[in-house]
């Protein structure tokens, strides 16, 4: 029989981010493996309370409402209880990680794990270190705090994509992507700004993802008189998301926080010209003027800079996109989901 695992993750496709990616795409890869099954928060009545998703069992808690990501450290360790599993694992130092808390006391004998994925503060984000069986995290920032608390055994494993999924398709001249969750940390507005100082005709920026500073985007991007070179797309499904990577010329994400960024390895692993923030896991990711150029948050004139040396340099460009390809070739879910099959055997065998 094989083992029983529960992941914890308070979101899931549709509100699929990195730390969503993890949970999803590990589970798909070792499923014949492993008896998985995904609580998560339902926070939406559209969406079923049981269902599956890439032929893994989902478990949705809550009414179907915002509110559930509050209520899903409370509700999903005794989700799990009824699953009797001989481990669990939460994706995400947050809502996930306190389910952790409470399942050590609810499922005493049961192993768990705790995957890090963030590098914002979290409330009793210590304490989920302390009692998790086992910790890994997903870049050489995250591998230092959780020495900070004790935890001298954190495992680096990086999140993945799957590069089968990216298509080839034909560049669009001067098309600039953003690809993430509309939100303050992420720096769409010193994106924007910078783009407004890109001096290259036909250049256009495309802002995909949906957020709670979307419309003030949407606002300061008419401010700045560029709103007929910027298209916002809000939500895009995966497959389509794909596309527009594949068809970016360039890929701009100018985060304020970031553990990893898996956007950064899906522009490398479409042959984007990339340019990133040194802040969190970004440089583990971007070799700078290797795989991509690395600028500092919250600089407009150094990102504007760089994205018209991109633009106006193709050699460069060209160069950058071949290299990121390459580094990104070594992220591949299948390989990924490998290592954290090795923690959980181990856990298992104690």
């Known amino acids: 029989m094989k083992p029983r695992i529960v992941i914890f993750s308070a979101f899931l496709t549709p509100y699929r981010s990195g730390a969503e990616a993890c949970a999803e795409e590990v589970t798909a890869a070792l499923r014949d493996r492993y008896d998985f099954t995904i609580v998560t928060a339902r926070l939406s009545r559209s969406l079923p309370k049981k269902g599956e998703l890439h032929g893994v069992a989902v478990l949705r808690v809550g009414f179907g409402n915002s509110a559930d990501k509050w209520l899903y450290p409370f509700l999903a360790p005794f989700a799990a209880m009824r699953l009797r599993p001989n481990l669990v694992h939460a994706v995400l130092e947050s809502y996930a990680g306190l389910t952790l808390i409470f399942c050590r006391f609810l499922l005493p004998r049961t192993k768990r794990v705790l995957t890090c994925q963030s590098t914002n503060t979290t409330l009793f984000v210590g304490t989920m270190h302390c009692f998790a069986d086992a910790i890994t995290v997903i870049s050489s920032t995250l591998v230092e705090r ?117 956007v950064f390895l899906e522009a490398q692993a479409a042959e984007c010209g990339v340019i990133g923030t040194r802040v ?14 690395l600028v500092e948050p919250d600089d407009v004139a150094s990102a504007a800079k760089a994205l018209n040396r991109l633009l106006t340099d193709e050699p460069l460009r060209t160069a950058l996109a071949v290299q990121g390809r390459h580094h990104a070739s070594h992220y591949d879910w299948s390989q990924i989901a490998r290592q954290y099959a090795a923690v959980y055997d181990e856990l298992l065998t104690q």
């Open 146 to 262: 959780a020495k900070k608390f004790g935890r001298n055994d954190a495992i680096l494993i990086s999140n993945g994509l799957s590069l089968q999924h990216m298509p080839r398709m034909e560049k669009v001249p001067g098309r600039i992507l953003f690809v993430g969750r509309q939100e303050p940390m992420k720096g769409i507005d010193t994106l924007l700004r910078a783009f407004a100082s890109v001096s290259v005709l036909g250049a256009h920026l495309r802002v995909v993802g949906e957020g709670s500073v979307k419309k003030s985007m949407e606002a300061l991007a008419a401010e700045l008189g560029v709103a007929d070179r910027v298209t916002f797309l809000g939500f895009v499904p995966m497959p389509d998301v794909y596309e527009e990577f594949a068809q970016a010329q360039i890929f701009c994400g100018l985060s304020r926080s970031e553990a990893l960024g898996n």
């Open 280 to 293: 969190g896991g970004i440089p583990d990711i971007i070799e700078d003027g290797n795989t991509g150029l």
